[in-house]
T-cell receptor
Framework: DSGVTQTPKHLITATGQRVTLRCSPR?????VYWYQQSLDQGLQFLIQ???????AKGNILERFSAQQFPDLHSELNLSSLELGDSALYFC?????????????FGSGTRLTVV | EDQVTQSPEALRLQEGESSSLNCSYT??????LFWYRQDPGKGPEFLFT?????EEKEKERLKATLTKKESFLHITAPKPEDSATYLC????????????WGAGTKLIIKP
């Protein structure tokens, strides 16, 4: 157990729907990062939050949004889902805004859009 | 533009056959280089951070080294349980602490 908790582990939904993925960072970590990993593809950075504020955006679609709450958990909202959104979505956390100590990843949410 | 390239894309070895994985990088100023291990369907697991050329770190059968242009992950006498995808990432001084990831090397160790 890495200490980063992601729920749900699996999600199957239809095209056009909206889903919410949840992440609880490791205790004491202030930064949360969201990544997308499609089948046999590399990690694609989506967005980073630090202590409730958005810090960096990667290749995140306009249909996707995220937020980090006062208790530091984060949610990634995916709307108007398309078949191509099927992927593993990982959340990672780190102690500071920087990642000198490495990111700790959760076990991911596998999203299947049918 | 900051870039990370890993080679080979895939590597098949017999159990006990030592080898090295390469991570070449181009960044404006290296703040740190990270190695992760990822098992299928699971999140990447942190292995090492290297900060400056000449630095080396070891963990069991793995040894990571760093030069000004590349890093190597040496695997000595690997076992089947070392089979995984190994990811390299760099953090540059211009990247606002973001990690720039390589595509990974898929390592398969045959018994």
């Amino acid at each position: 157990d890495s200490g980063v908790t992601q729920t749900p582990k699996h999600l199957i939904t239809a095209t056009g729907q909206r889903v919410t993925l949840r992440c609880s960072p490791r205790s004491g970590d202030l930064s949360v990062y969201w990544y997308q990993q499609s089948l046999d593809q590399g990690l694609q950075f989506l967005i980073q939050y630090y202590n409730g504020e958005e810090r960096a955006k990667g290749n995140i679609l306009e249909r996707f949004s995220a937020q980090q709450f006062p208790d530091l958990h984060s949610e990634l909202n995916l709307s108007s889902l398309e078949l191509g959104d099927s992927a593993l979505y990982f959340c990672a956390s780190s102690a500071r805004q920087g990642s000198n100590y490495g990111y700790t990843f959760g076990s991911g949410t596998r999203l299947t859009v049918v | 533009e900051d870039q990370v390239t890993q080679s080979p894309e895939a590597l098949r070895l017999q159990e006990g056959e030592s080898s090295s994985l390469n991570c070449s990088y181009t960044v404006s100023g290296l703040r740190g280089l990270f190695w992760y291990r990822q098992d299928p369907g699971k999140g990447p697991e942190f292995l090492f951070t290297l900060y400056s050329a000449g630095e080396e770190k070891e963990k069991e059968r793995l040894k990571a080294t760093l030069t000004k242009k590349e890093s190597f992950l040496h695997i000595t006498a690997p076992k089947p349980e070392d089979s995984a995808t190994y990811l390299c990432a760099v953090q540059s001084s211009d990247s606002n602490y973001q990690l720039i990831w390589g595509a990974g090397t898929k390592l398969i160790i045959k018994p």
